[in-house]
């Protein structure tokens, strides 16, 4: 199993890293520019993304994980540890990234998972396969890929770095503000371009799309949930069987993520494939382009009239 060998790998390297950087700093106040602003440190994409969008000028906002970087691989090393534990608000979400998960302090965080109604982790899990990213985790992580709830986590960010930075508080709500007004606007024409479909089926790679599914009334079939894992021949069958019995015309596949196995499924199945992007890295254009052109791919594959 790779995916748990580069688990293990990253949590020896964090223990040691973890121990150093307390030695090293102390307990160190939370870290601030030269100019005084903020650090925020954003775990992966979207909530770079997000963190940029409500910090604005007020704040310097990086990421923690390198741009075609699967999220869930991600290796922290002594400075990316440190970088987390004196950020003045580091922003993630529990499960998707066990290192970051140990690594962050409870009062110089925001879990996103926190701000949102969560759904439970995906039902397909094999015998014997871990989520991924997490073995025990209750919910999907892949909260982002529903507008609407990131419009939430957009206001609870405004909030919690208003009450991290009150002297630009109003900045920050008001950045707040219009950014969930923007994932509102993206989440009306999503709900308006899936309403009519001949297909409500989503038959995909892995198993990211759980809160879009949920959002906007489609049914999510991953062939795996880990990203890693092979699926096993038996699961493989069942999907097939699934797909041409609901006329899947599409399998997704992801850029990150090898396209072989989706490949044999939409052979087997006559169907196409086409790329649907979880956004777990960071796309060509931003979040909100990136999501209306997975509204268009979804629109051809489920035939959706708008
Ligand atoms: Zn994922």
Not at 173 to 180: L, M, N, P, V, Y
Request: aromatic content about 4%.
């Amino acid at each position: 199993m790779m995916s748990g060998f580069s688990r293990l790998r990253a949590g020896g390297l964090l223990a040691g890293a973890a121990l150093f950087a307390t030695a090293a700093c102390g307990a160190g106040a939370a870290e601030t520019t030269p100019d005084g602003k903020p650090e925020v440190v954003a775990a992966f994409y979207p909530l770079q993304w997000l963190s940029e969008q409500v910090g604005g000028s007020d704040a310097q906002v990086s990421g923690l994980t390198p741009p075609g970087v699967e999220p869930h691989d991600v290796e922290l090393g002594i400075q990316q540890v440190t970088e987390l534990k004196n950020a003045t608000l580091a922003v993630y979400v529990k499960g998707v990234q066990p290192a970051v998960d140990e690594a962050v302090e409870p009062d110089t965080s925001f879990d996103a998972a926190t701000a949102v109604a969560t759904i439970p982790a995906g039902e397909h899990a094999e015998e014997g396969e871990e989520e991924h990213g997490h073995e025990e985790l209750p919910y999907d992580p892949h909260l982002w890929l529903d507008p609407s709830r990131l419009a939430t986590v957009a206001t609870k960010l405004g909030e919690r770095l208003a009450t991290a930075d009150p002297a630009h508080a109003q900045g920050y709500k008001e950045r707040a503000t219009k950014t969930a007004a923007a994932l509102g606007a993206l989440d009306q024409e999503l709900t308006k371009g899936l309403t009519t479909c001949t297909s409500r089926t989503l038959v995909t790679a892995h198993e990211a799309f759980g809160y879009l599914a949920d959002r906007y009334k489609l049914k999510q079939v991953g062939i795996t949930l880990d990203p890693e894992t092979e699926p096993s021949p038996a699961r493989l069958s069942e999907v097939a069987k699934l797909a041409k019995a609901e006329g899947v015309t599409t399998i997704f596949t992801e850029a990150l993520v090898s396209p072989k196995v989706a490949e044999v499924l939409a052979s087997q199945v006559g169907a196409k494939t086409a790329v649907l992007d979880p956004l777990e890295s960071k796309p060509s254009g931003d979040y909100l382009s990136a999501m209306r052109d997975n509204l268009k791919t979804l629109q051809t594959a489920l035939g959706c009239t708008a």
